[in-house]
């Protein structure tokens, strides 16, 4: 039996007023706007509809998400310009005489140091971005779980996340002790992993962050200073030790040759339509970083084996990322390279590595320099590098992979 024009009617009216919210199954206007709203299904023009209102939800989306993002990454001079500052202070700390009869050069210098964190804190927690005020809070933290050892020495941290400095206090912190040194203060401010290199570690972040993305360390930066020369006098104790101080000349040179080599690849323009070139110039760079661990192995100064050590951390801890490249880790911790594999993969994986901020390119090329630095005893290749085509350029350039990544 055929289903009635009625039965039709009134099933399209249950069925859409429960779908459209139209008016009730007695309502010939709810029926009329029911059937319009059933041919606009129909036509597509109810789909069109819907298509631009999402689009346009999408697009509001969307715009907020930069807006956020913006707040997020805003550029914020006064905290570059206090981070740089901090930076440089913190930096160096590590070439001061930190014996017993130095402390008036010792309170000048952890002053400043003080008065440098507090700008640093100061214009970091008033910051739009979000990124530079994390970065701040995780200096705050490390600065308070040094508390005990600040206080030995007289420094106090004020309610507001400053630090305050009472002069008497420090200057009769050896006091008791009667010792050669203040081995309170070289735990703070001495050696790598001391609270004054870690915060200047911090404070490169924090200018990356809230400038336009470079190192600290480059050109724009407007600072080529080292980390600070070790004091002639800085012997370990024992003979069979090597000492900190030697200096080094085939060391210094292969570091100088390796940072050429890092400089060139990360100017490159890198991609799969010229492999050749790529191949070319990471090979280069294999050779290079091989022929300086081969020379720091036999180096007479402690510091540049320790860099050496840690550079040779960094490589294995991209082991992965080098294998997908044909490239391989030895069991030295040289390096060693497959033309054919190498060929054969994505040069995206090149770009990956030598890359942006952060980067693996930049933390070799900090690590690369700082060999140098020991092994000519403070020296910086950032005041003699080179241009991206190879040549050389004048001193204070700043370092290309500084300024190009």
């Given at each position: 039996?055929?289903?009635?024009?009625?039965?039709?009617?009134?099933?399209?009216?249950?069925?859409?007023?429960?779908?459209?919210?139209?008016?009730?199954?007695?309502?010939?206007?709810?029926?009329?706007?029911?059937?319009?709203?059933?041919?606009?299904?129909?036509?597509?023009?109810?789909?069109?509809?819907?298509?631009?209102?999402?689009?346009?939800?999408?697009?509001?989306?969307?715009?907020?998400?930069?807006?956020?993002?913006?707040?997020?990454?805003?550029?914020?001079?006064?905290?570059?310009?206090?981070?740089?500052?901090?930076?440089?202070?913190?930096?160096?700390?590590n070439g001061l005489n930190y014996s017993a009869d130095n402390m008036d050069e010792l309170y000048d210098k952890v002053s400043a140091f003080v008065k440098d964190y507090n700008s640093l804190?100061?214009?970091?927690?008033?910051?739009?971005?979000?990124?530079?005020?994390?970065?701040?809070?995780?200096?705050?933290?490390?600065?308070?779980?040094?508390?005990?050892?600040?206080?030995?020495?007289?420094?106090?941290?004020?309610?507001?996340?400053?630090?305050?400095?009472?002069?008497?206090?420090?200057?009769?912190?050896?006091?008791?002790?009667?010792?050669?040194?203040?081995?309170?203060?070289?735990?703070?401010?001495?050696?790598?992993?001391?609270?004054?290199?870690?915060?200047?570690?911090?404070?490169?972040?924090?200018?990356?962050?809230?400038?336009?993305?470079?190192?600290?360390?480059?050109?724009?930066?407007?600072?080529?200073?080292?980390?600070?020369?070790?004091?002639?006098?800085?012997?370990?104790?024992?003979?069979?030790?090597?000492?900190?101080?030697?200096?080094?000349?085939?060391?210094?040179?292969?570091?100088?040759?390796?940072?050429?080599?890092?400089?060139?690849?990360?100017?490159?323009?890198?991609?799969?339509?010229?492999?050749?070139?790529?191949?070319?110039?990471?090979?280069?760079?294999?050779?290079?970083?091989?022929?300086?661990?081969?020379?720091?192995?036999d180096s007479e100064n402690s510091n540049v084996i320790k860099q050496a050590d840690y550079l040779k951390s960094l490589v294995s801890g991209n082991k992965s990322a080098f294998s997908r490249m044909g490239v391989t880790?030895?069991?030295?911790?040289?390096?060693?390279?497959?033309?054919?594999?190498?060929?054969?993969?994505?040069?995206?994986?090149?770009?990956?590595?030598?890359?942006?901020?952060?980067?693996?390119?930049?933390?070799?090329?900090?690590?690369?320099?700082?060999?140098?630095?020991?092994?000519?005893?403070?020296?910086?290749?950032?005041?003699?590098?080179?241009?991206?085509?190879?040549?050389?350029?004048?001193?204070?350039?700043?370092?290309?992979?500084?300024?190009?990544?």
């Open positions: 039996m055929g289903i009635g024009l009625n039965g039709l009617n009134s099933g399209m009216t249950d069925t859409y007023s429960a779908l459209l919210g139209g008016g009730g199954s007695g309502s010939g206007d709810g029926m009329s706007s029911l059937l319009a709203d059933y041919a606009s299904i129909k036509n597509g023009s109810y789909g069109k509809m819907m298509k631009s209102y999402y689009s346009k939800m999408k697009e509001e989306g969307a715009e907020g998400s930069s807006k956020s993002d913006s707040k997020k990454k805003a550029a914020d001079p006064a905290s570059a310009s206090a981070a740089r500052k901090f930076y440089e202070t913190a930096s160096g700390m804190i100061k214009s970091a927690s008033k910051s739009e971005s979000s990124e530079v005020k994390a970065q701040a809070d995780a200096l705050n933290d490390y600065t308070y779980q040094n508390y005990k050892l600040f206080a030995k020495i007289g420094i106090t941290m004020n309610s507001d996340r400053t630090l305050s400095i009472d002069e008497d206090t420090f200057r009769k912190v050896n006091e008791k002790t009667g010792a050669t040194n203040v081995p309170t203060m070289m735990t703070l401010f001495k050696g790598l992993g001391s609270f004054a290199d870690k915060s200047a570690d911090r404070a490169s972040k924090i200018y990356r962050l809230a400038g336009e993305g470079e190192s600290v360390t480059s050109s724009k930066a407007k600072y080529a200073g080292s980390m600070g020369s070790v004091s002639s006098t800085d012997k370990t104790d024992s003979d069979k030790e090597t000492s900190k101080t030697a200096k080094d000349a085939a060391s210094a040179t292969a570091a100088s040759t390796l940072y050429r080599s890092i400089e060139k690849l990360g100017a490159a323009s890198v991609s799969n339509s010229d492999k050749d070139s790529a191949y070319d110039l990471f090979s280069a760079l294999v050779k290079d970083y091989n022929d300086l661990i081969k020379k720091t192995k880790v030895n069991s030295d911790k040289t390096l060693a390279i497959d033309e054919d594999k190498f060929k054969e993969s994505d040069m995206g994986n090149v770009k990956n590595l030598f890359t942006g901020a952060y980067s693996f390119a930049e933390k070799m090329t900090d690590r690369v320099n700082q060999i140098y630095r020991y092994a000519t005893q403070g020296k910086s290749l950032s005041t003699q590098t080179y241009t991206s085509q190879g040549s050389y350029s004048a001193a204070n350039a700043g370092s290309t992979v500084d300024t190009v990544m």
